[in-house]
T-cell receptor, first 115, second 113 residues
Framework: DAGVTQSPTHLIKTRGQQVTLRCSPK?????VSWYQQALGQGPQFIFQ???????QRGNFPDRFSGHQFPNYSSELNVNALLLGDSALYLC??????????????FGSGTRLTVV | GNSVTQMEGPVTLSEEAFLTINCTYT??????LFWYVQYPGEGLQLLLK?????DKGSNKGFEATYRKETTSFHLEKGSVQVSDSAVYFC????????????FGQGTTLQVKP
């Protein structure tokens, strides 16, 4: 049973560029959350998608946007990249309202470096 | 607001030593509590969880008890192995904001043979 799959695994972009990261949730999961993990820090919640809508958002600017597709996969888009956007981006999937009970399954992440 | 505080690392232990990583939280209501582990170059893996007060989560020899009176969820293991070397994150999920995990800053564990 495949877990959460993220692509690409590594990415290097230039300041001002745009980037799209992709996530396929664990089989049977319908909810996708995105986190940003700066080096040496804990992950910070960006937003969550459920039923193709953004259900909750953390304290991130509008440059960060996302999308969820009918097959529950998701994309994270970041516009006008800044050096400070360099981080590990983690996708987590869960099963709707049962997230609290069964927890969240994380992917291995996409390491984004902005130069 | 809700927050999680972990003991600072790194924690360095010899193999077979006893491990405790302290975690305390601040939250409104009754959050679920989690411990995640991150091995070098990898994402997060759920280690254990507890969804209500006095629950004990356990997995792979690790355990943690949800203590509402002290707002704590300390991680313990009786005998650590070199393979336990990783970064450990304590996290909470606030039921009033379903889906948002709030993490501590992480504690690095190094186990020496």
């Amino acid at each position: 049973d495949a877990g959460v799959t993220q692509s690409p695994t590594h990415l290097i972009k230039t300041r001002g560029q745009q980037v799209t990261l992709r996530c396929s949730p664990k089989s049977g999961h319908d909810t996708v959350s995105w986190y940003q993990q700066a080096l040496g820090q804990g992950p910070q919640f960006i937003f969550q998608y459920y039923e193709e809508e953004e259900r909750q958002r953390g304290n991130f600017p509008d440059r960060f946007s996302g999308h969820q597709f009918p097959n529950y996969s998701s994309e994270l888009n970041v516009n006008a990249l800044l050096l400070g956007d360099s981080a590990l981006y983690l996708c987590a999937s869960s099963l709707g309202q049962a997230s609290e009970v069964y927890g969240y399954t994380f992917g291995s992440g996409t390491r984004l470096t902005v130069v | 607001g809700n927050s999680v505080t972990q003991m600072e690392g790194p924690v360095t232990l010899s193999e077979e030593a006893f491990l405790t990583i302290n975690c305390t939280y601040t939250a409104t209501g009754y959050p679920s509590l989690f411990w995640y582990v991150q091995y070098p170059g990898e994402g997060l893996q759920l280690l254990l969880k507890a969804t209500k007060a006095d629950d004990k989560g356990s997995n792979k020899g690790f355990e943690a008890t949800y203590r509402k009176e002290t707002t704590s969820f300390h991680l313990e293991k009786g005998s650590v192995q070199v393979s336990d070397s990783a970064v450990y994150f304590c996290a909470l999920s606030d039921r009033s904001n379903t889906g948002k995990l709030i993490f501590g800053q992480g504690t690095t564990l190094q186990v020496k043979p």
